[in-house]
């Protein structure tokens, strides 16, 4: 069978705009497919009450060595420099200082024992200090972080994470999605709505089933999430099995955000920032008035935000503002609006946020990684060493297997 292309993309988030960008920068004909009505995956500003909110990633993490920060610039983004809130409580309340100062010590001596004293099995929780009053709080902290509580992650694959993480996270003012849609090169073709529903090895290359009919390329790549490819969205052949395995090792916790939109005379000030209860695991982290608007941005993750997909969009919204009367008074309710939520694990072909590897499992990330017989190749998130979820992570895990097909297509030294 003829290849209609040389490289065929399925999905269109960062990992895979990044590949589509390196490759057709090669001279490579190159197809995206996107099962979803839109581009970006993972990365979604919508815009409301004229304001660009970003429903899925919202921070340039590691910002000083991230790559779509000088990339996001040249583009004429916006990013928003200097210190965010994230560890801060506005005016101690709920939480006093001393209390702060504990739960603060009581995660840096677990990710002490992390380093220096871990324990025999992979697993972070056993890390924990038995009885600690502060554990509940570093559940929470995993779950913003993760998406899953400690009992659930890699020691191993956490220590990668930490090790390479800086503190630098910065923003994009007209939204981190709106900067992933924009690197999107216009001759690259784009087909949205078009779900890939078979991926087969043919002759040198590649065939690929969709509802519109069948597409040929010499290479493939799939940057879908690891649970959509565990969920079988896609059919494979045999050789794809390890893969397949790899990427049911590294499921993708859960994190929602709910937008509540401030209304009247609230007395709340920018960039601030509250968590609900710090002696609850599933509580929620509030992040007030983000570069100044007139919002609060409620993050919940892991089992809380699980329970909030389950109970429902006006139960998970009633949920935040208890959290947020208790600490603020009875008063801010009036001047609180529901906005709009994210249901990340309800979501086609995404089912879930980022990944973490299960305990005994960092290795699946480099299993995951490697191409096969130099015509299938995989990226996204889940396959970077260290920089996993983030969309920096994907994007270059992107380029890094753009430049894998190029010295597979006999192009990696071409102009």
């Not at 583009?75 to 409580?89: D, I, Q």
């Not at 939204?175 to 849609?181: A, D, E, T, V």
Request: glycine share 12%; charged share 20%; hydrophobic share 40%.
């Amino acid at each position: 069978m003829a290849s209609d292309y040389d490289v065929a993309i399925i999905g269109a988030g960062a990992a895979g705009i990044a590949a589509a960008r390196r490759l057709s920068e090669r001279g490579c004909s190159v197809i995206l497919l996107e099962a979803s009505s839109r581009i970006g995956g993972r990365a979604w500003t919508m815009g409301l009450r004229d304001m660009p909110l970003d429903m899925g990633c919202g921070w340039l993490h590691s910002a000083g060595r991230n790559p779509l920060v000088t990339i996001g610039e040249a583009a004429g983004f916006t990013v928003v420099k200097g210190p965010n809130a994230w560890e801060s409580h506005w005016h101690d309340l709920g939480f006093s200082p001393d209390e702060q100062e504990a739960a603060a010590a009581a995660w840096e001596r677990l990710m002490q024992r992390l380093s220096s004293h871990s324990p025999a099995g992979d697993r972070v929780s056993d890390a924990l200090e038995p009885g600690c009053e502060w554990n509940k709080y570093c559940d929470a902290i995993s779950s913003y972080v993760n998406g899953v509580p400690l009992n659930e992650l890699s020691i191993q694959d956490s220590l990668a994470y930490e090790a390479a993480a800086t503190d630098d996270n910065w923003r994009v003012e007209e939204g981190y999605g709106s900067l992933i849609g924009s690197l999107l090169p216009s001759r690259v073709r784009i087909c949205v709505a078009m779900p890939a529903r078979r991926l087969s090895f043919s002759g040198h290359g590649v065939v690929i089933e969709t509802p519109r009919g069948t597409i040929g390329a010499r290479a493939a790549i799939v940057t879908v999430s690891t649970n959509a490819l565990v969920r079988g969205v896609i059919a494979f052949d045999k050789q794809v099995d390890t893969h397949l395995e790899a990427a049911a090792q590294l499921p993708l916790g859960l994190a929602d955000k709910l937008l509540i939109e401030l209304i009247g005379d609230h007395g709340l000030e920018p960039e601030t920032h509250l968590i609900g209860n710090p002696r609850k695991a599933e509580t929620g982290s509030y992040y007030i008035r983000p570069l100044g608007r007139p919002i609060i941005e409620c993050y919940f993750g892991g089992r809380g935000a699980a329970r909030l997909e389950e109970a429902g969009l006006s139960n998970a919204f009633a949920f935040a503002v208890e959290e947020l009367a208790a600490l603020l008074g009875n008063g801010i309710r009036s001047h609180l609006k529901p906005l709009i939520a994210t249901s990340w694990g309800q979501t086609d072909w995404v089912h879930g946020s980022y990944s973490h590897a299960l305990p005994g499992h960092a290795h699946a990330r480099t299993v995951l990684a490697q191409p096969l017989e130099d015509r299938l190749f995989f990226a996204g998130e889940a396959t970077h060493a260290f920089d996993f979820s983030t969309a920096h992570g994907a994007w270059e895990t992107g380029l890094r297997a753009a430049g894998e097909v190029l010295a597979a297509l006999g192009r990696a030294g071409s102009a």
